[in-house]
């Protein structure tokens, strides 16, 4: 089992930038693929970005493509997740996911993730 804590959120402007960082532990996670999801009130956790184990490969919502970056560091087990040019809609709690299967298909399914941190919140503001 993998454990996840989260970090980084806040309120920011609208155009703003924040960083989001979970800190890992448990399992192996360098073999691990990892997901970023956000769930805001009155909606269903959905999926904003997914790296593979390696950190060669990544996905990302088509609402966030260009404006977020994932990205890993596995000597640290930590997976960040970079937001610019943030917008009112982003507004959300946002969740870091450990995969249950160790190979990378790129899904967006947060069934497909079986460990999950407490969530950090992210406050856009317009």
């Known amino acids: 089992q993998v454990r996840l804590v989260e970090s980084g959120g806040g309120l920011v402007q609208a155009g703003g930038s924040l960083r989001l960082s979970c800190a890992a532990s448990?399992?192996?996670?360098?073999?691990?693929?990892m997901g970023w999801f956000r769930q805001a009130p009155g909606k269903e956790r959905e999926f904003v970005a997914t790296i593979s184990g390696s950190g060669a490969r990544t996905y990302y919502a088509d609402s966030v493509k260009g404006r977020f970056t994932i990205s890993r560091d596995n000597a640290k087990n930590t997976v960040s997740l970079r937001m610019n040019s943030l917008k009112p809609e982003d507004t959300a709690v946002y969740y870091c996911?450990?995969?249950?299967?160790?190979?990378?298909?790129?899904?967006?399914?947060?069934?497909?993730?079986?460990?999950w941190g407490q969530g950090t919140q992210v406050t856009v503001s317009s």
């Open positions: 996911g450990a995969a249950v299967s160790l190979f990378y298909s790129g899904t967006t399914r947060p069934e497909d993730f079986g460990s």
């Open positions: 448990g399992r192996t996670f360098s073999s691990t693929p």
